[in-house]
C-alpha cells in the first residue's frame, strides 16, 4: 500500500473495510500479512475511540490472516494482533471474541 502514513490514519477505516472485502482475492502471505496489519492498525484505533465492538471485528479479521507459518516470518505482527485483542484495555474486544467462539 503507498498511500502516506498520516493520511491511512484519517482513512484507516474505509481502506480495511474494502480491503477486508476483497480478503479471498489474497494469494501470498506478504498479501495476507498486510492486511492484518491494516485490521491491527483500524482495531487499535477503534480501541482509542471506544469502538469497541468495531476493534473486535477488525482484530477478529486480524488474527484470521494469520497462518501457522506466520509465527515464523511475522512473529511480531502475529503476537500484538493476538495481545491486543487480548489486552485489558479493551475487555469488550475479549467478551464479543468469546462470543463467537
Given amino acids: ?34 492486511v492484518a496489519r491494516l485490521n491491527l492498525k483500524a482495531g487499535k484505533k477503534a480501541m482509542t475511540l471506544s469502538s469497541f465492538d468495531s476493534a473486535a471485528k477488525y482484530l477478529l479479521v486480524g488474527v484470521s490472516l494469520i497462518k501457522e507459518e506466520s509465527w515464523n516470518s511475522e ?12 489486552s485489558k484495555n479493551c475487555q469488550a474486544c475479549r467478551f464479543h471474541v468469546f462470543m463467537h467462539l
Avoid at 512473529?75 to 487480548?86: A, K, M, Q, R, V
Wanted: net charge negative; aromatic share 6%.
Fill in 75 to 86: 512473529y511480531e505482527l502475529s503476537l500484538e494482533l493476538h495481545d491486543t485483542g487480548e
Fill in 1 to 34: 500500500m503507498r498511500t502516506p502514513a498520516e493520511e491511512l490514519t484519517n482513512i484507516i477505516f474505509t481502506v480495511v473495510v474494502n480491503m477486508n472485502h476483497g480478503i479471498g482475492q489474497l494469494k501470498t502471505l506478504a498479501q495476507f500479512h498486510e
